[in-house]
T-cell receptor, first 114, second 112 residues
Framework: DSGVTQTPKHLITATGQRVTLRCSPR?????VYWYQQSLDQGLQFLIQ???????AKGNILERFSAQQFPDLHSELNLSSLELGDSALYFC?????????????FGPGTRLTVT | GQNIDQPTEMTATEGAIVQINCTYQ??????LFWYQQHAGEAPTFLSY??LDGLEEKGRFSSFLSRSKGYSYLLLKELQMKDSASYLC?????????????WGAGTKLIIKP
């Protein structure tokens, strides 16, 4: 158990809908990262927050947005869902923002868009 | 640009040794990570190299050669539970906020 929690574990929804994925980092970690992993694909970095502020952006679609709240939990919002958005979405956390800090991954949310 | 290459799949026998290679091309190398990921589960940290040489941690060792843009993960005394994907990730100081660039992973199959 990494100490990172994600809810829900599974999510099935229809095309065009909007969903929100939630992540709580490990106690004491200030950075939260979101990743997308499609079937048999590598991890694609989406976005990073550090202590409430956006720090880095990766390959995140305009239909996707995220935020980190004062209690450091984070939410990833996915809208106008398409079949291709079906994937595992991981949240990871680390202590710091830039220098070497191991990232701890949550168990993921499996999103299925039908 | 940035590029990380790993073999897609490897097969090894229980009790044996296997070496998983990773080659990378980045402009601002700042460290290399190896993660293990069982199917459908979260990646878990295995090792970190930033200087040339070998880092040993139990049955797992990781090697880095910065001049060659090359790393390998060595797994000894293979066990069935080592069947997983192994992800190589490079920290690039020229990427947005030193983000990790991830390889596609190597699926390791252990046979009895």
């Amino acid at each position: 158990d990494s100490g990172v929690t994600q809810t829900p574990k599974h999510l099935i929804t229809a095309t065009g809908q909007r969903v929100t994925l939630r992540c709580s980092p490990r106690s004491g970690d200030l950075s939260v990262y979101w990743y997308q992993q499609s079937l048999d694909q590598g991890l694609q970095f989406l976005i990073q927050y550090y202590n409430g502020e956006e720090r880095a952006k990766g390959n995140i679609l305009e239909r996707f947005s995220a935020q980190q709240f004062p209690d450091l939990h984070s939410e990833l919002n996915l809208s106008s869902l398409e079949l291709g958005d079906s994937a595992l979405y991981f949240c990871a956390s680390s202590v710091g923002a830039v220098k070497y800090y191991e990232q701890y991954f949550g168990p993921g949310t499996r999103l299925t868009v039908t | 640009g940035q590029n990380i290459d790993q073999p897609t799949e490897m097969t090894a026998t229980e009790g044996a040794i296997v070496q998983i290679n990773c080659t990378y091309q980045t402009s601002g190398f700042n460290g290399l990570f190896w993660y293990q990921q069982h199917a459908g589960e979260a990646p878990t940290f295995l090792s970190y190299n930033v200087l040339d040489g070998l880092e040993e941690k139990g049955r797992f060792s990781s090697f880095l050669s910065r001049s060659k843009g090359y790393s390998y993960l060595l797994l000894k005394e293979l066990q069935m539970k080592d069947s997983a994907s192994y992800l190589c990730a490079v920290r690039d100081q020229l990427a947005s906020n030193y983000q990790l660039i991830w390889g596609a992973g190597t699926k390791l199959i252990i046979k009895p």
